[in-house]
């Protein structure tokens, strides 16, 4: 296991005081957390400051660290053979965890030194989980890989690798948060298991964009097609309808698809929106400026009726 | 051999949790989870009950106030401060996206 120096972390000496310690943390919290800070490996340094100060702060953590010695930050070391049971903990293999592990058996969800026999439910995970918008619309089934901490009955702990499969249901939206009941940490002397949270992730669709059950996509319409009115072919995430376009549709009306959005669970779904966006060609011939004209010199239409003055009051 | 497949399940599906559940999930102490009821934070569907029970949503809840908590060293006075304005935040995400959705990008 690899030596963290806490105290070098928080920049306090050996003998900081508590309040010392505190002070520290919240002044280097406020700079480095990636929420706020703009500093380059803020998340990486943020969250050995986290860990320095969760053990530091704790009176019983502070002096188990302690009496790990003095190594240098880094380098490969062992806790001292007696340390385990000092602490309350097992006989103590060190394997494959790290710091971090071995204080997290202090209190919170590992074997505790203060109630060593207390049934504890298990710590509970989270990941992220990105996934394509096909997949949160018709739902999916994805494989995690897990690198959990376990805990034995003598309250040693090991990083155990596994891959669980996960069926995802459809109708999730990003940045939601999913619960998978009973997969996170294994409960320790008889505890409950903790549970598995997913932070999702939607990947941007180049035609569909989401708004909670309600999808929206552009609908591209020639100046003709919206005076005129017409009938259309238009994709949909459950393959492509047709959609009558009512004469008169102006830029940015919607056409509704009922039934044409997420669906979530058992519960209704949502619509599918196609915004009317009115293009015009790039380039016209001759014949079709000629009409252009004709139609200009025509119509009483005037679309800025309102941005003049005497409208304006 | 078949493949286990475990159910991710939305939040609220978890209907609503007990006052001793929350505790636990939240591996805050139950005066730190009265404080954040007290605070505002939290809000019991039947504050006058005497069985508190929540909302599914208080999980996730009690879960950032735990985080925020670990990361920031707050108070449950600080905290309850904290979450009224990451919920300002989420508010505005979502409005954000939602706005985003209906203009196009």
């Known amino acids: 296991m690899k030596y963290k120096d806490y105290y070098e972390i928080l920049g306090v000496k050996r003998d900081a005081s508590a309040d010392d310690i ?152 990003h940045g939601e948060k999913l619960r998978v009941p009973g997969k996170g940490g294994p409960g320790y002397r008889g505890g409950p298991a903790g549970d598995l949270y997913l932070d999702i992730e939607v990947a941007d669709h180049p035609l569909f964009r989401i708004d909670g059950r309600d999808l929206y996509m552009d609908l591209p319409l020639a100046p003709w097609e919206a005076v005129l009115g017409t009938e259309v072919r238009v994709p949909t995430p459950a393959g492509e309808v047709s959609l009558k376009v009512p004469a008169g549709t102006r830029g940015g009306q919607r056409l509704r698809l009922g039934g044409r959005g997420l669906a979530r669970g058992s519960g209704t779904p949502g619509n599918l929106y196609a915004v009317a966006r009115i293009d015009v060609p790039a380039t016209v011939d001759d014949a079709q400026r000629a009409l252009y004209r004709k139609l200009a010199e025509g119509s009483t239409f005037n679309p800025r009726a309102h941005l003049q003055t005497e409208n304006r009051s | 051999m078949s493949t286990i497949v475990e159910h991710a399940l939305y939040i609220e599906e978890q209907g609503t949790v007990s006052y001793t559940e929350l505790v636990t999930v939240a591996g805050m102490s139950e005066q730190d989870v009265r404080d954040l009821v007290r605070y505002g934070a939290l809000e019991p569907i039947d504050e006058s009950a005497p069985q508190w029970r929540f909302g599914a949503e208080a999980v996730m809840i009690v879960r950032r106030a735990s985080g925020l908590r670990r990361e920031f060293d707050l108070d449950t006075h600080a905290l309850s401060i904290v979450l009224g304005y990451a919920e300002r935040v989420d508010a505005l995400e979502a409005e954000l996206r939602s706005l985003r959705a209906r203009r196009g990008r």
């Open chain 1, 22 to 173: 505190k002070n520290a943390y919240r002044r280097l919290a406020r700079k480095y957390h990636p929420d706020v800070s703009k500093e380059k490996d803020a998340e990486e340094k943020f969250k050995e400051m986290a860990e320095a100060y969760e053990t530091l702060k704790d009176t019983e953590k502070r002096a188990a660290y302690d009496q790990l010695g003095r190594h240098t930050q880094g380098e490969e070391f062992r806790p001292p053979p007696d340390w385990g049971q000092s602490f309350g903990q097992g006989a103590g293999s060190f394997e494959d965890i790290d710091l971090a592990d071995l204080f997290a058996a202090f209190g919170g969800g590992g074997p505790s030194a203060r109630r060593p026999d207390a049934p504890r439910r298990g710590h509970d995970y989270e990941a992220g989980v990105s996934l394509t918008f096909d997949q949160a619309f018709n739902g999916a089934e994805i494989a995690l890989q897990m690198n959990g901490l376990e805990w034995d009955e003598q309250g040693n702990g090991r990083r155990v690798p596994r891959t669980i499969t996960i069926r995802v249901p459809r109708g999730v939206t």
